[in-house]
């Protein structure tokens, strides 16, 4: 980190989210060991991430914040959910983002998962997933690369000027976006029951 990244951004992000983090973190914590688990996973992270670009798509965002648009994720998830002959939920409620400051804490929570990405493949692999064949998002999202474009985005995450009302945004953004997470993984969740109780 450069001498100019000193904000404390991330860790006041960390902070706000601690609990969330936690929550989702304890969802996972076994890994993912059956195809019913996989399948789960995917379905709701496809509807979070989809949901997220929509709204990312929708922003007017400065040049720093519009670079960390990434489009490819929604199709990715999509591709494994086809190659796993599972559909996709519903959508569920719109997110939003209004500023750079709700999309750096939107982004905090996407790149972040990117992290946690990583620990997931080698278990989507042991079931049978790889790029093209249901794990094409896990692969890329959490493949090679994941640490390198992490610490990049902390950097453009530390450099940003935001003042107090923008930093409020940005932690309230980033909260929204764990609960968003936790409430597609519930109706995916749901839907699973749904389908095995058939």
Request: charged residues 20%; glycine residues 12%.
């Amino acid at each position: 980190m450069t001498a100019a990244a000193d904000n404390g951004y991330r860790d006041r992000l960390r902070g706000a989210t601690g609990t969330a983090h936690v929550r989702l973190d304890t969802r996972f914590a076994q890994g993912l060991r059956t195809h019913a688990q996989y399948r789960t996973y995917v379905l709701g992270m496809q509807a979070f991430v989809a949901n997220a670009e929509r709204a990312l798509a929708c922003a007017m965002l400065g040049p720093a914040w519009r670079a960390w648009r990434d489009p490819a994720r929604t199709q990715w998830l999509d591709d494994d959910l086809h190659a796993m002959q599972v559909p996709a939920l519903a959508e569920g409620p719109a997110m939003t983002v209004g500023s750079d400051a709700d999309a750096a804490g939107l982004f905090y929570v996407i790149e972040g998962s990117a992290l946690g990405a990583t620990q997931l493949l080698g278990d989507a692999q042991a079931l049978g997933h790889g790029p093209g064949t249901g794990a094409t998002f896990l692969s890329r999202h959490g493949g090679f690369g994941a640490g390198k474009r992490w610490r990049a985005f902390v950097a453009d995450l530390e450099r940003a000027a935001f003042g107090p009302a923008d930093e409020r945004q940005m932690l309230a953004s980033a909260a929204r976006a764990f609960a968003c997470a936790e409430f597609e993984f519930h109706r995916a969740d749901l839907a699973h029951q749904g389908v095995e109780g058939r």
